[in-house]
Nanobody, 121 residues
Framework: QVQLVESGGGLVQAGGSLRLSCAASGRTFSSYAMGWFRQGLGKEREFVAR????????RYADSVKGRFTISRDNAKNTTYLQMNSLKPEDTAVYYC??????????????WGQGTQVTVSS
């Protein structure tokens, strides 16, 4: 079992930056690939970014590529999402998730409770 707790959300003006954190407890953090997802009001949940267990491999949604950076610190059991050049359309609840495999065909088994990000124009 893995417990995930997100933090770092808030209200920011367009063009600003936020860094989200996802702290994990339970099983060995480095055994899990991590992902970030978001869900805007009235919208489907969508993939944002993911990072492999070692941290070597990352992938991003086209909508955030070049603006967001996912990273992880296995010694701190934490994954991060650095969000720059934020746009109003980035407004959403952001969730982190964990899965025991690097493969993008694997499903995420564990989810956090989410943190709200609001970008004002």
């Amino acid at each position: 079992q893995v417990q995930l707790v997100e933090s770092g959300g808030g209200l920011v003006q367009a063009g600003g930056s936020l860094r989200l954190s996802c702290a994990a407890s339970g099983r060995t953090f480095s055994s899990y690939a991590m992902g970030w997802f978001r869900q805007g009001l009235g919208k489907e949940r969508e993939f944002v970014a993911r990072i492999s267990r070692s941290g070597v491999s990352t992938r991003y949604a086209d909508s955030v590529k070049g603006r967001f950076t996912i990273s992880r610190d296995n010694a701190k059991n934490t994954t991060y999402l650095q969000m720059n050049s934020l746009k109003p359309e980035d407004t959403a609840v952001y969730y982190c998730a964990a899965r025991p495999w690097d493969s993008d065909y694997a499903t995420y088994d564990y989810w956090g409770q989410g943190t709200q990000v609001t970008v004002s124009s």
